[in-house]
């Protein structure tokens, strides 16, 4: 099994009697390769035996890799003296300004203890201690402290015996990663915080718009019904007819309000026409609103507010509505005039609500409204086709 033994096997049998006696005086060579055979063989088994002491375990190894280890290792007897510390507690209590020698250590785990009375996180087997970029201890905690030191103890029975164990760790990583992460969790819990308020805040803002929507639907379609009604009431038309004209005028207020204005903008100004002209005022409508919905919804506005103060303020029986493009639907203008035959307006003539208002509808949408007094009073209107854009624009 072993070839290499063939030679030591062959060597051996040279030295035999029988042998010596023939080889004769050639005997000699056979005697010096032979004792240097076994000179071979005993320094290979020495430098064998060296590497296999290495590899093998034994009780200097275990001492060094407890050594080397990065934990802190304690074992105290329990008379306090010391029967096992490594270099990494050693390291530890001289950062820490406590004895290392090896008399009696039996109040290494007090004084730990004391220099951490004021960390929240110990226990009674656990103290952590902060350490400076000096190296001293300190008992209160920075913002970030250089190095953190984690210490445990219990008691352990090693061979039938009862021994006291400290076991030192650097968790400073750890800690400053647990700082980073709390510190993370309260910036989340303030923008979480902050934007519920920008929530809140902004659904007060659209409840606020909806109960401006709402307000201005309700003076249109209201304002509208109580213009017609003060005609009908000034013209003393309290007879049968006028009557039954005007009552299903006034029970359509409630379902116009829940429409919320959703029917087909020519459909809506059909509505305006007819009504104002159950009280004799003639609406005359020249050309078509413009295809732009948003569009045609103010001028529908404008036209129902001005034909209602042109029957309620100026006694007017007639209304003319002129309505043309200019330019491409892209970059077009849609033009309108209003104007009315009533009494012309006074040379103190001042705006009150309703015009303001008109020309807000306008201005929202890039436009202008502009008021010509002089007979006949007119109101000219010019908003851009992209009111769109404008508006995202503005509203951005």
Not at 73 to 83: A, E, F, H, T, V
Not at 304 to 324: C, D, F, I
Not at 350 to 376: F, K, N, W
Not at 378 to 391: D, F
């Amino acid at each position: 099994r072993r070839p290499v033994m063939l030679a030591e096997l062959l060597l051996v049998a040279a030295v035999t009697p029988p042998v010596v006696f023939a080889m004769g005086s050639a005997w000699t060579t056979v005697l010096i390769a032979e004792g240097a055979f076994f000179l071979f063989c005993s320094i290979a088994a020495l430098l064998m035996d060296v590497r296999n002491r290495q590899e093998d375990i034994t009780a200097f190894s275990t001492i060094e890799t407890i050594n080397v280890i990065p934990v802190g290792i304690l074992y105290l007897d329990p008379r306090g003296r010391p029967l096992l510390m490594n270099r990494c507690m050693r390291k530890n209590l001289v950062e820490l300004h406590m004895p290392t020698d090896l008399g009696d250590m039996s109040g290494t785990w007090n004084d730990l203890r004391k220099l951490s009375m004021q960390m929240p996180e110990s226990s009674q087997n656990r103290v952590r201690i902060n350490l400076d970029r000096f190296g001293e201890a300190r008992v209160v905690v920075e913002v970030s402290p250089a190095e953190i030191r984690l210490f445990v103890h219990d008691d352990v029975m090693v061979s039938g015996r009862l021994f006291e164990r400290i076991i030192g760790l650097d968790v400073t990583e750890y800690a400053h990663a647990h700082d980073r992460l709390a510190q993370a969790n309260h910036l989340l819990e303030l923008a979480g915080q902050e934007l519920q308020a920008q929530i809140e805040e902004v659904k007060k803002v659209a409840d606020n718009a909806a109960y401006l929507r709402m307000r201005a639907r309700v003076h249109d379609v209201i304002g509208q019904r109580l213009s017609i009604l003060h005609r009908y009431l000034e013209e003393g038309r309290l007879d049968d007819e006028s009557l039954e004209q005007i009552d299903p005028l006034l029970r359509s207020i409630a379902a116009d309000l829940r429409s919320g204005g959703d029917a087909e903008p020519a459909e809506q100004l059909g509505d305006i026409v007819h009504a104002f002209g159950l009280v004799s005022v003639q609406i005359d409508v020249e050309g078509a609103l413009p295809e732009d919905a948003r569009v045609a919804a103010a001028f529908l506005q404008i036209i129902r507010e001005a034909s209602t103060n042109a029957t309620k303020h100026a006694q007017a029986h007639r209304v003319h509505v002129r309505l043309w493009q200019e330019g491409a639907d892209a970059d077009g203008i849609a033009h309108m005039t209003i104007s009315n035959d009533g009494s012309p307006a006074s040379v103190s003539y001042r705006e009150g609500t309703g015009i303001p208002g008109m020309r807000h509808v306008a201005q929202d949408l890039g436009g202008s409204l502009e008021v010509h007094a002089a007979q006949p009073f007119t109101l000219a209107v010019s908003i851009p086709l992209n009111a769109s854009a404008t508006a995202q624009r503005r509203s951005s």
